[in-house]
């Protein structure tokens, strides 16, 4: 419901934008298909129905409802400007009647410890969905569609037989959908927290999310107007807080009199009312396939996205469009079937992503009711990823700069150039050139490459450049092209670079990662095979346990008492050189499946002895290099831990876990912890996205309050400032930006306008600080509008 006002193009097939406003092209085969059934009419099946039946008057389109026409569920819709630009140009008859009964507004107030925060400029629109239905049931009948109310509809597999096309609109219980599910292949989650759709006889002002901390736990409200004197309210909360509250015994009655208590204020004292309401949870519907034969998933029934961030009817309606447009551009019904799924899917995917991200900061708001009132509120705003700190700023600025100045921002000073200490170290600025293996080592031995590889990255403007995993020994290389601080050599080599760095990039630190590749080693270039054995030349491997990586890897071995000890020695002695050149930090890597990662996973630690079992005897042996390599680091240089805060594998490491294992880490020293994911097991699922990685950094920095960086697909200068913002991580490490762009953060100050002291310009470079100039690709606009 959040993000009503712009939601983005909608994808082609090929990823190529079809705008929501396209009109269809003209048929390319007249009446196909004849004959179309619709099962389910909700606002999905009929808008589809309608506009199929005014694409070809003479088709056969019937919708069957189990339902009366007056049945409704829930109050109150919110569509997009995107959505209703499309239904404007694909039905201006719809368009104008659901003008006609559209409730708009502009605000967002978030109310939090008894402080209200507003933000403006998000506009919204809504109506009832009886009135909806209506609207759609007028049109329906005037085009020839016929309804059968109260009739559920035959088998699917019936209508297959009899009719051309079948639509299944039927909702997130979907019977079409179970009836072949061996086809569909549905995954369907269902997440933590129970909630319940209300009414209120009045209009609240403004979009509103209402938070009561009470003795069970903590609670929300949603709320909206849709009509001049009707609100929706939603009340949610985490299941062991519904447990804890008694709602579970309580009738509808007694439920809706609770929830209206417990939120008086919200309500002025009013009451609240249902409409067949019931406690429910959110169940995440993902279908593999969308059709099958003639047979094809529309709205709930093919996808559900949480309310919190967009209706289910603006999904089902945009899917409506997409089917009709593909229908009449394609001949053949299975090529227009695939058309419709490979326009849709990347947006639903894209949709389901951020409601994801949106329903599981609902799920642990508990965790956020520390912030400050303004951050909190400008975290809640961008807790999809869909609203930023950039888009909150067009909106809203006065917000965004109050929000700003409290967070410590200088005025004009986006907050990704404020800066952060650890330690004795003092970064200028936010942003972290992630660690990056280059293979292009000699030996262990750091040349010319690295020399520009990093050099250029520290120029560019980052806070804090990371070098590559640096490997503590020969054996401990992940390829023969991997770096290493285990000769006196390889010393110099890395303080030639350190040296130009300090020397013609003052301002930047530049850090060690320290790291041995334990049962991921001897394994060719990345660009020859990631992960995959050498021909030949293979050196020894060595593991927590005797686990290869992938069932044709080297087997390692286990290693005994003295090889841990002999483990622990190359560390300490390669943190001694890392000091010696010159290194500002050093991050000890305990992630994505090497040797100190190896031991702290369930999946790859199989141990009996004193270093296996449960957690804290699995965290025994990185702690112990971790304390060997304190010991020997300088004192005034801060020390970091990357780790793997998730497995992406069943009975792997878990979210619960990761903090176990940095409060560890925190406990023995280490000053931040650099929080990512997988790479554990070679059989793992995760869970891509933009910046998918963030909520895991986001529950350690709140649930051990230590500094964290965050990394995985961020890749722009907004999602950095926004992540920052909102309190979710206090650095963020960006790998592939910066292979793209060596001058990332350069161009990140040039764009924003910022030129002060979080970044700073080479003076040989100084004469590039601002975008270049470029030709005017803007036409005159149009000062008159002559009449037809």
Not at 5 to 13: D, E, S
Not at 53 to 82: A, C, H, I, M, Q
Not at 510 to 536: A, C, N, Y
Request: hydrophobic share 40%; aromatic share 8%; with cysteine.
């Amino acid at each position: 419901m959040l993000e009503a006002k712009g939601t983005g193009p909608t994808q082609g097939a090929r990823g190529t934008a079809r705008p929501a406003t396209t009109i269809p092209h003209p048929p390319t085969a007249k009446d196909h298909p004849p004959r179309i059934a619709i099962i389910g009419g909700g606002p999905g099946g009929l808008y589809t129905a309608a506009l199929l039946k005014r694409l070809t008057p003479t088709r056969e389109v019937t919708v069957w409802e189990r339902n009366t026409p007056t049945d409704t569920f829930g109050f109150g819709v919110v569509l997009s400007d995107e959505t209703l630009g499309g239904i404007e140009h694909a039905d201006p008859v719809v368009y104008e009647a659901l003008q006609n009964h559209f409730t708009r507004w502009d605000d967002i107030d978030i109310v939090h410890r008894d402080t209200r925060h507003t933000s403006g400029g998000h506009g919204f629109a809504a109506l009832g969905r009886r009135h909806l239905l209506e609207i759609l049931h007028t049109r329906c009948h005037a085009l020839g569609v016929e309804l059968r109310f109260r009739e559920p509809a035959p088998a699917p597999a019936v209508l297959a037989r009899t009719h051309d096309l079948v639509i299944a609109a039927d909702g997130v219980n979907s019977t079409t959908r179970d009836a072949y599910a061996d086809v569909f292949r549905p995954h369907i989650t269902t997440h933590r927290c129970r909630y319940i759709w209300l009414a209120a006889d009045f209009a609240f002002d403004a979009f509103r999310f209402e938070i009561a901390e009470t003795e069970h736990g903590v609670m929300q409200l949603h709320g909206y107007p849709y009509a001049p004197d009707a609100s929706t309210v939603i009340v949610e909360m985490h299941e062991d807080v519904w447990h804890a509250a008694g709602f579970a015994e309580l009738g509808e009655h007694e439920s809706v009199e609770r929830c209206a208590k417990i939120f008086a204020e919200a309500l002025g004292g009013r009451p609240l009312r249902s409409n067949k309401s019931a406690w429910t949870t959110f169940r995440t519907v993902v279908n593999e396939r969308w059709s099958h034969g003639n047979v094809v998933l529309l709205g709930d029934a093919a996808h559900t996205a949480h309310f919190s961030i967009g209706s289910g009817t603006k999904l089902a309606v945009e899917d409506a469009l997409a089917l009709a447009a593909c229908l009449e551009e394609h001949a053949d019904l299975p090529d227009a079937l695939a058309a419709y799924e490979a326009e849709r899917r990347p947006v639903v995917a894209s949709t389901q992503r951020a409601a994801r991200a949106s329903l599981e900061w609902f799920e642990d708001l508990a965790r956020h009711l520390d912030q400050p009132p303004r951050q909190f509120a400008f975290n809640l705003l961008t807790r999809s990823r869909r609203v930023t700190h950039d888009n909150l700023r067009l909106r809203d600025p006065h917000f965004t700069e109050a929000v700003e100045r409290e967070f410590g921002c200088p005025p004009g000073t986006p907050p990704m150039f404020t800066p952060f200490r650890l330690r004795e170290l003092t970064l200028r600025n936010r942003v972290v050139v992630s660690p990056m293996d280059m293979y292009s080592a000699a030996d262990g031995l750091p040349g010319d490459f690295h020399l520009v590889h990093l050099g250029a990255r520290a120029l560019g403007g980052a806070g804090l450049v990371m070098t590559e995993m640096v490997c503590v020994s020969p054996e401990g290389r992940i390829t023969p092209g991997c770096g290493g601080l285990y000769t006196d050599e390889q010393t110099g080599a890395w303080r030639r670079i350190t040296d130009f760095v300090h020397d013609r990039a003052p301002g930047t630190a530049i850090g060690v990662q320290l790291g041995h590749s334990g049962r991921k080693g001897s394994t060719k270039l990345m660009w020859e095979g990631m992960d995959e054995p050498l021909d030949e030349g293979n050196w020894p491997l060595v593991a927590a346990s005797p686990l290869p990586y992938k069932p044709y890897s080297q087997v390692p071995e286990e290693l005994s008492a003295a090889g841990l000890a002999d483990i622990r020695e190359q560390f300490t002695a390669a943190a001694r050189r890392a000091a010696l050149a010159g290194f500002d930090l050093l991050e000890l890597h305990c992630a994505h499946g090497y040797l100190l990662s190896g031991f702290l996973s369930p999946l790859t630690n199989r141990r009996t002895d004193a270093y296996g079992g449960p957690l804290d005897a699995r965290l025994r042996f990185p702690l112990e290099v971790f304390d060997a390599v304190r010991a020997v680091w300088p004192g005034d240089r801060p020390m970091t831990v990357r780790i793997s805060a998730t497995d992406w594998a069943e009975g792997g490491t878990t979210a619960e876990d990761a903090v176990a294992v940095a409060r560890a880490f925190v406990a023995h020293g280490a000053d931040a912890i650099d929080v990512s994911t997988g790479q554990v097991v070679a059989d793992e699922q995760p869970e891509f996205g933009r910046s998918y990685q963030t909520p895991f950094a986001d529950r350690i920095r709140h649930e051990t309050g230590v500094p964290v960086i965050a990394v995985g697909a961020i890749s722009s200068w907004d999602d950095v400032n926004s992540l920052i913002l909102a309190g979710r991580t206090d650095l963020c490490a960006l790998a592939r930006p910066h292979l793209y762009d060596p001058n990332w953060t350069l161009h990140a100050a040039a764009e924003q306008g910022y030129d002060g002291p979080g970044v700073a310009w080479p003076d040989p470079y100084r004469a590039g600080s601002r975008r270049p100039q470029t030709g005017r690709m803007d036409a005159p606009k149009p000062r008159l509008k002559l009449r037809r």
